[in-house]
């Protein structure tokens, strides 16, 4: 279907009934149904790539339903200059999509996980999270270096990574103190454009491997990043969509349970909880690697890692235990933060708080 668009830069989206006043979801096999549920995405060609997953998987759990899709621009999206660790607001790409959650005119709302805040609006849930993407970094070489480096640890000392996260900036302070980094903002189109031009700066970017995937640019990764492969780890929630709804919408939560994967959702509970006890986000370096240990996915393994800004100092740490429920995940991922604390990472998190004014939850972006 064609994405249904506001004007550009516009946060007010079009009056759809509300959803309340739908027919409640009792729908036998092969009954007809005027029901047309709305959902809510940012206008980014990442996004609605995003969005059409979950639009194409309702369809097909539910055929006998309506869906429209409805874009439009975040607050992030309209300033593409303020480098992100310098927002203070705690909801940069899901604020004014929540509002018309709120409202009820979005019946639901799709997020790349890692940009939905860790402490949601009090009338407003993770309705779903769907099977994960690769959730690593990558490393994206200007497009003249590809066959003269391949990795990180390859570039010359000197050498300029692109990347808006501090997060991935402060890691590689740390592995890579030979390397500088300078902000990039905007689309990956416009990043990749930035990084290719003949009198571009950048040598490389890091970008999130699952966005470069669903966009159809994977052959532009030169090295997949994880802790054994260039030592950084990834963003708490990356690679998954989480989709966001109203607090006690029992009919579109029902709607979203075949879309649902236990084993990501586990998983990225556990790393959500990590980061709601650290209070972090993309403002603060936290790095996190989760995986399943056996073909059961009862058993979690997590390695995490808080870094200060100019990454000269560094608390890290891995836990395995079983979560085999949810409530177990919640718990698992608060015991990780809680163990980190003790080791010396709320002073590194209290410095960066002080220093750069940061709080709250500033969420970082897939692309």
């Not at 454009?193 to 970008?207: F, N, P, Q, R, S």
Request: proline share 4%; with cysteine.
């Amino acid at each position: 279907m064609t994405p249904l668009t506001t004007e550009a830069g516009s946060s007010v989206l079009p009056d759809i009934p509300n959803a309340s006043d739908s027919p409640a979801l009792q729908l036998p096999p092969g009954a007809a149904s005027t029901t047309t549920i709305h959902i809510g995405s940012r206008k980014s060609v990442l996004a609605l790539i995003q969005t059409q997953i979950v639009h194409d998987a309702l369809q097909a759990a539910w055929p006998e339903l309506k869906y429209e899709i409805h874009a439009m621009n975040t607050m992030g999206d309209k300033n593409q200059v303020t480098p992100l660790h310098n927002f203070g607001a705690k909801s940069l790409w899901t604020h004014e999509l929540e509002a018309g959650l709120m409202e009820g005119k979005l019946d639901l709302i799709v997020h790349s996980l890692k940009d939905m805040p860790t402490q949601l609006p009090p009338s407003c849930k993770v309705g779903a999270i769907l099977a994960r993407e690769d959730p690593r970094d990558a490393l994206v070489l200007k497009s003249s270096f590809q066959t003269t480096y391949t990795s990180l640890a390859s570039l010359p000392a000197g050498s300029i990574i692109g990347t808006s996260s501090v997060r991935r900036a402060a890691q590689i302070a740390r592995k890579y103190p030979h390397l500088r980094f300078v902000d990039v903002r905007g689309n990956v189109g416009t990043r990749l454009a930035k990084l290719d031009a003949e009198d571009g700066v950048y040598t490389a970017l890091i970008l999130a491997a699952a966005g470069l995937r669903r966009l159809g640019l994977g052959e532009r990764i030169s090295q997949s990043l994880d802790a054994e492969s260039g030592g950084l780890l990834h963003a708490v929630g990356q690679g998954a969509l989480g989709v966001e709804i109203r607090e006690g919408d029992e009919r579109i939560r029902k709607l979203l349970e075949p879309l649902e994967d236990e084993a990501t959702t586990r998983a990225c509970l556990a790393e959500r909880a990590l980061m709601r006890t650290l209070e972090g986000g993309c403002s603060v370096p936290i790095g996190v690697e989760t995986s399943w240990v056996g073909e059961d996915s009862q058993t979690l393994r997590m390695h995490a890692i808080v870094v200060s800004l100019d990454g000269s100092e560094a608390v890290e740490g891995s836990r395995q235990e079983r979560v085999g429920i949810r409530e177990e995940a919640g718990a698992f991922g608060r015991a990780m933060a809680l163990e980190l604390m003790e080791r010396g990472a709320g002073k590194i998190l209290g410095d960066i708080v002080s220093k750069k004014g940061v709080s709250g939850d500033v969420s970082g972006k897939v692309e």
